[in-house]
């Protein structure tokens, strides 16, 4: 720091930055000035500093002071300089950078930025993801179903009642969900030999999923998986009970009983055991026989019930989430009623990471190089060798085989393996409305410049 001998007060103190010197060791005319000789110094040091230590930003001082060079100079005299409005940069900023921001022709309005607050719904914890939903038909829900497997960032999505059969309108939906969520595999158990029923589970890339074939019950329905990860299993069964009626003629005390066969067999597999689904017993009443039966089957078997609170919309607790209770892998129970259905979704969070992303293979054709005129080309050279007077399937064989040797010939595929990412979450109708009057308070503010529609800019 450059201090004047005779002027050791604060006030009268004057502070230049790197650059700033570098311009006043070109401006001072008199070499004999003392001044000038203190500035050539300093910044010679400090040339020769930032090249033998160029790392260490931290030791080279960011201001450097020297006397009031007004002081001591009248106007006149060349080499006075007024740096009142200078500014004072970091040791880090560049002379570069000060020159690119110089020359920019776009002045920068500091006061135009907005702070841009933080959702905590966009913090996603590196836990395993789950949800339980009885559904009441997939067939129609799919959009839904994806946009909350999106926005929750679920990695396995557990689904009652899909509705689904063996029929070509369940490969229809099944052909609809992978074009809309790629990444994930939809294992399903439909009901057999009568509408509605049906159990499935949508399981993130990367988990590896067995099934495990078993006895089947007339009083409920469902699917026993193992789903691996790492070096853990989750061994998952998801249950649809049906409510009793004439139709089926199963009473509750047939579904209590194979419940408790069901759950020897289960109780001694390998795994971490994860019950959930829609048992249709009205949990909430402590006070009913067929609950206080099922009850007592869980504390026999080690087992605890985790969902107290409603999942129907009249306000009764249908859906449960059972696990054994010396482990403890499985919390955050929530119930979340956004999507249409009359069932509340069930969201909670394992102790088990989440799968690795994986490696997917893409096969794409580049058919920018390709012109209209030798496409027209290489069709007319690859005419069909079929009559006029053949069968409509033969036709069809040959010009689907015709036009895959032109696209080859043209546009030959190539495979590219990329790593499978989530999707960003998708625009609403709410956000495109709030988004434009966002814009529009910003519109009215740039016109009028009125505080309250600066007011109404910052809220949105």
Known sequence: MLVNSEHNSHDNLIRYTRLQLLQLKGTVPLKDNKLYLDIKTTVSSILKYTVTRRRKWSKIPSLISSYRYNDHHTDNQPGNINLANSIVISPKESV????????????????????????????????????????????????????????????????????????????????????????????????????????????????????????????????????????????????????????????????????????????????????????????????????????????????????????????????????????NYFSCFSVDFSLPSDHGVINFFSELSKPCPQNIARVSRNFRPVTPAQLASSIENHTLSQPEDAPVDQLVDEYNTKLSLVLDELAPTKEKVITAKSRALRFNDTDFKARAQRRSAERKWEQDNLQIHKQIFLVW
Not at 207 to 228: A, P, Q, W
Not at 251 to 262: N, R, Y
Not at 269 to 276: F, Q, W, Y
Request: charged letters at 20%; proline letters at 3%.
């Open 96 to 327: 570069q950078s000060l020159r690119r921001a110089k020359n920019y022709p776009r002045h920068i309005q500091l006061d135009n930025l907005v702070t841009i607050k933080y959702s905590s719904c966009y913090h996603f914890p590196s836990n395993t993801q789950l949800s339980v939903w009885n559904a009441r038909s997939v067939c129609n829900k799919l959009p839904s179903i994806c946009s909350s497997i999106f926005s929750q960032k679920t990695d396995i999505f557990i689904i009652t009642e899909t509705w689904l059969s063996e029929n070509a309108k369940q490969q229809t939906v099944l052909g609809e969900f992978k074009s809309l969520l790629s990444e994930y595999d939809f294992i399903s158990n439909p009901r057999r030999n009568r509408k509605g029923g049906g159990v499935g589970v949508i399981v993130r890339q990367g988990l590896k999923v067995k099934i495990n074939r078993g006895v089947c019950y007339e009083s409920f329905e469902h699917l026993d998986v193992n789903i691996s990860m790492k070096s853990n299993v989750i061994h998952l069964i998801n249950i649809y009970r049906p409510p009793q009626s004439k139709n089926n003629g199963q009473s509750t005390q047939q579904f209590i009983l194979d419940f408790a066969s069901f759950l020897e067999s289960a109780i001694i597999s390998s795994g971490i055991l994860l019950i959930t689904g829609d048992f249709n017993l009205h949990f909430q009443y402590d006070t009913i026989s067929d609950v206080k039966q099922f009850k007592y089957i869980l504390d026999s078997f080690g087992l605890v019930q985790h969902i107290h609170v409603p999942t129907h919309e009249k306000g009764h607790t249908l859906d449960l989430v059972i696990t054994s209770a010396s482990e």
